[in-house]
């Protein structure tokens, strides 16, 4: 990226970085959930729950985090964390590649970039989530500036 760099430019860095920093949360995350017990997550909804931190205790909001809590300390712990870890190390690994402009990595990030999309697409219908359609809809931007961004390192280069 030269002294004037396009709006473009910009926008395709700031969501790289963005990504990134959901990268390291993810990866965190799952490192952090391998020495959480089930028990103290339990206990930790509870105690955010029975403050009214997530609306009153009978809320939607509320409800929907128990449940949450439960589905995850009955069975879906080690599937999370192997999501988190893996999913976490791949965007990590790819942010990196981007921000170093080594094209050659771009049609990855493209790819997996896409299959995050379509899982977030099937996991949004299955859950009927309202966040993972925003999710899905900012990965479609940053697919449409990392083509962007490759062609024109493609054409730069040539």
Do not use: N
């Not at 952090?32 to 403050?51: D, E, K, Q, Y």
């Not at 879906?76 to 170093?100: D, N």
């Amino acid at each position: 990226m030269g002294a004037e760099a396009t709006v473009t430019d910009r926008l395709f860095r700031a969501a790289v970085w963005l990504k990134g920093l959901d990268a390291v949360s993810q990866l965190t995350g799952g490192v952090l959930l391998i020495f959480f017990p089930p028990r103290a997550l339990t206990r930790m909804a509870h105690g955010v729950v029975t403050r009214d931190l997530l609306g009153p205790p009978t809320g939607p909001l509320a409800g929907h985090f128990e449940e949450a809590v439960r589905h995850f300390t009955g069975g879906a712990r080690a599937f999370v964390i192997g999501y988190l870890l893996v999913h976490g190390l791949i965007k990590l690994v790819l942010v990196i590649a981007l921000l170093r402009k080594a094209v050659r990595w771009y049609p990855a990030a493209i790819t997996a970039l896409g299959v995050f999309v379509l899982f977030e697409l099937v996991r949004g219908v299955q859950t009927h989530s309202w966040v993972l359609p925003v999710l899905t809809a900012l990965d479609v931007v940053i697919i449409v500036l990392v083509i962007k961004e490759y062609r024109e390192l493609r054409r730069d280069s040539a």
